[in-house]
């Protein structure tokens, strides 16, 4: 299962974060939301593309490297867990998101719900 949810997680963050570093309009086209300047690009293409390529490869250390496993594991569900705290906490505040947003959201919580039933499975984890 740790080898599933790592590869599932890596795979879902490399993607996106390519996605948005070279494709940053493209990315925002479905919500809706338009690039206007250099900086919204920057920004874009900073927070969602070299951030997410950055947990991408967090996650997917763990693969490669069989003593990161845990702690690729614990960063999937605590960055997951805190990406869905607040795409609920933005539901309850400001209303319903497009639904590929909510599809995302249920992939972090899927995902990172598999992580920490994975570390609850192998001693000493958590």
Do not use: C, W
């Amino acid at each position: 299962m740790a080898r599933a949810t790592l590869i599932g997680a890596g795979v879902m963050m490399l993607v996106i974060g390519a996605l948005n570093l070279v494709a940053p309009q493209m990315m925002m086209d479905v919500p809706k939301i338009q690039l206007t300047s250099t900086n919204h690009l920057h920004v874009i293409r900073a927070a969602y593309g070299g951030a997410y390529l950055g947990m991408a490869a967090l996650f997917l250390l763990g693969l490669v490297r069989p003593e990161y496993r845990q702690t690729s594991l614990l960063s999937v569900a605590l960055l997951f867990y805190g990406f869905a705290f607040g795409r609920v906490y933005s539901i309850l505040a400001d209303g319903l998101p497009v639904a590929l947003y909510l599809a995302v959201l249920a992939f972090e919580v899927l995902f990172a719900t598999l992580a920490v039933l994975t570390m609850r499975r192998e001693p000493g984890v958590i």
